[in-house]
């Protein structure tokens, strides 16, 4: 199983406090994953989703909170190569539903309402309507690939209420439109660590932070690594270059010829070729600071500089 199926399976057997928090959660679901569909002035209402244990969820808060005969089909899809679930309600139990979930506006069947605030106004129905949501169509990926989470919608102002119950809790949810869809989402580790624990997600949340410490661990150990080899090749880099100098003056001018301090630190960089300059300067008696032994070394450059030019000349 995915990460992501792993976190919806652990979310749908997660036990609700009462039926306040059942319709807060239907009420994040219906938009995601419920269809509506009017014939001869019915209005029926079906739930379709490829998740088992989210079947058996819904199934269980219709039958055990309304007595609702709902029919449960499963349906093998060619083209998916998966199975899909559909739970029916009739005509009454559909109309019940949604007017519990106060999910259509007034007499006009055909106007939804996006915006449960009646059960959402405080954050244990926020908490549950942000789970129904991210159960009827949320995506977390693995967060050994990457740090990322959605939630897919159809509607702005829907996707608009669901971001905005997201940020109550300070996550930083954004929108962005895909295709047809809007987006929801998160890609800061500590937000999606912080939304599966307001969703309920204990276990999968230890997993993500886990695999989340790992990866920060093995981060810096790379990062580390890679500072180590570039202050080793500019050491070898420097070195190479500051030999190259010493070497040409001595051949060209001779070593007794200079100061006695930059004779000094020429000796031993010729015989310490792989040392820093501070480590140079830690060698002197008395000892000098890694500034003025690269001053030093400017001043070894310049001289080899000049009798590269009076040569050319």
């Given at each position: 199983?995915?990460?992501?199926?792993?976190?919806?399976?652990?979310?749908?057997?997660?036990?609700?406090?009462?039926?306040?928090?059942?319709?807060?959660?239907?009420?994040g679901l219906v938009p995601m994953c419920g269809i509506l569909s009017y014939?001869?002035?019915?209005?029926?209402?079906?739930?379709?989703?490829?998740?088992?244990?989210?079947?058996?969820?819904?199934?269980?808060?219709?039958?055990?909170?309304?007595?609702?005969?709902?029919?449960?089909?499963?349906?093998?899809?060619?083209q998916l190569k998966k199975n899909l679930y559909t739970i029916s309600l009739?005509?009454?139990?559909?109309?019940?539903?949604?007017?519990?979930?106060?999910?259509?506006?007034?007499?006009?069947?055909?106007?939804?309402?996006?915006?449960?605030?009646?059960?959402?106004?405080?954050?244990?129905?926020?908490?549950?309507?942000?789970?129904?949501?991210?159960?009827?169509?949320?995506?977390?990926?693995?967060?050994?690939?990457?740090?990322?989470?959605?939630?897919?919608?159809?509607?702005?102002?829907?996707?608009?209420?669901?971001?905005?119950?997201?940020?109550?809790?300070?996550?930083?949810?954004?929108?962005?439109?895909?295709?047809?869809?809007?987006?929801?989402?998160?890609?800061?580790?500590?937000?999606?660590?912080?939304?599966?624990?307001?969703?309920?997600?204990?276990?999968?949340?230890?997993?993500?932070?886990?695999?989340?410490?790992?990866?920060?661990?093995?981060?810096?150990?790379?990062?580390?690594?890679?500072?180590?080899?570039?202050?080793?090749?500019?050491?070898?880099?420097?070195?190479?270059?500051?030999?190259?100098?010493?070497?040409y003056i001595k051949e060209h001018l001779g070593l007794d010829k200079i100061?006695?301090?930059?004779?000094?630190?020429?000796?031993?960089?010729?015989?310490?070729?792989?040392?820093?300059?501070?480590?140079?300067?830690?060698?002197?008696?008395?000892?000098?600071?890694?500034?003025?032994?690269?001053?030093?070394?400017?001043?070894?450059?310049?001289?080899?500089?000049?009798?590269?030019?009076?040569?050319?000349?």
């Amino acid at each position: 199983m995915s990460f992501s199926s792993n976190v919806k399976e652990e979310l749908s057997k997660l036990p609700v406090s009462g039926y306040e928090i059942v319709l807060a959660e239907l009420s994040g679901l219906v938009p995601m994953c419920g269809i509506l569909s009017y014939n001869n002035g019915k209005i029926f209402l079906e739930f379709n989703t490829e998740n088992p244990s989210l079947t058996r969820r819904v199934f269980t808060f219709l039958r055990r909170y309304f007595d609702f005969n709902c029919e449960v089909r499963n349906v093998k899809s060619k083209q998916l190569k998966k199975n899909l679930y559909t739970i029916s309600l009739d005509e009454d139990s559909s109309k019940v539903l949604l007017d519990e979930l106060k999910f259509i506006k007034g007499e006009n069947v055909f106007t939804r309402n996006y915006k449960p605030l009646n059960l959402t106004q405080d954050v244990l129905g926020k908490k549950a309507y942000i789970r129904g949501s991210f159960l009827g169509a949320g995506i977390v990926v693995d967060p050994k690939k990457s740090y990322h989470l959605e939630f897919v919608c159809n509607n702005l102002e829907h996707a608009q209420f669901l971001r905005d119950n997201i940020n109550y809790f300070n996550l930083g949810a954004k929108i962005v439109s895909r295709k047809d869809n809007l987006i929801i989402y998160l890609k800061d580790a500590q937000s999606i660590s912080d939304i599966l624990s307001l969703m309920g997600a204990h276990n999968s949340l230890l997993d993500f932070e886990n695999t989340r410490v790992i990866k920060d661990m093995r981060n810096n150990v790379n990062r580390i690594v890679n500072c180590e080899s570039y202050n080793i090749n500019k050491i070898v880099k420097t070195s190479y270059n500051q030999v190259q100098n010493i070497l040409y003056i001595k051949e060209h001018l001779g070593l007794d010829k200079i100061s006695d301090d930059l004779r000094e630190i020429c000796l031993i960089r010729l015989k310490h070729r792989d040392i820093s300059l501070g480590e140079i300067g830690k060698m002197l008696k008395p000892p000098l600071s890694k500034s003025t032994i690269n001053y030093r070394f400017k001043k070894i450059n310049n001289i080899a500089n000049k009798l590269r030019g009076d040569l050319n000349d």
